[in-house]
């Protein structure tokens, strides 16, 4: 723990899987005043030879079991279907564990590693990299201020060709983002979702998919995903009484937009031409905190061990999740009906 007025503990800290996403946890826990990189993993000694340019002091080693008395924490990288048996090792000896999304491929094994982190006084997180975003962090600010007045709804597009997974479908891969997002945006989590998936290139993956997750507060928000796109989007709309905002996470920097722009209800009678005005006014480009996301992560992750500080992706947010998740495997095994979430199920000790 730290003391008011003290530098933060730097703790060990060990990483697991150094594909896609690992060598960029590798230069922002190399380049962290409250981390030390303590150790890497990967079972390619290829990738393990590229981390010494970027961890020239720490161990590097095949496998997690290697790295768990060099380390304090762990963070793991790996492809969604270790998730679970990682994390697992991990908490058995006694490690806090940041893991990449999705928490696990099932809902039932995520929700018994929260449930195995908090038996063992361990935290657990997941790496939802975009709540920490700086323009999640404004779009939410904005929404808690009322600047954007009754939030209607939100839409959200992110497709692009590729890259398939093997071992994951499309919304395992790319809606896992939209869904924390929204959560996060929202402070609520869905109590249903209607979606439609659909396998075109291969009978065994389903790689687009549109769902429609409903909130307690009655608001609606839509996502589609794509992996036979010809091009890269990464767009959310949330439309508001007073405003509305458009994050095109694309875009290189005026990320953020936000119209004086909408519609009003006038008249009595909706056949009339005239029941609906509409205004247009300026557009405001927010300045957006431009810090790296993931190296806030880290530093939440920190703080969270040594402090106490909640995350804003906890290893409950990731284990609700991949219950929409699987929620929206079943829906559109359904024909997109609409299927209620039930958290955890039966499992004992999950929030309800």
Known sequence: MRVRGTMPVVLRLGIVGLGYWGPNLVRNAAGSSVWKLAAVADADPARLAKAETAAPFALRVSSLAEMLDAVDAVVVATPPETHESLVREAL??????????????????AWDLVADAERRGLILAVDHTFVYTGAVEYLREAIASGALGSLYGLDSVRVNLGLYQRHASVCADLATHDIAIFNHLLGERPEAVSAVSLRMLTDSLRDVAYATLRYPSGIHAHLHVSWLSPVKIRRMTLTGSKRMALWDDVEPSEKVRIYDKGADFTGTDARSASFVSYRAGDTHLPAIDSREALSKVLTAFHAAITDGTPMRSSGEDGAIVVDVLDAIERSSDAGGAFVQIDYGRSLPGVPR
């Open 92 to 109: 058995a000896a006694g490690k806090h564990v940041l893991v990449e999304k999705p928490l696990a491929t099932q809902a039932g094994a």
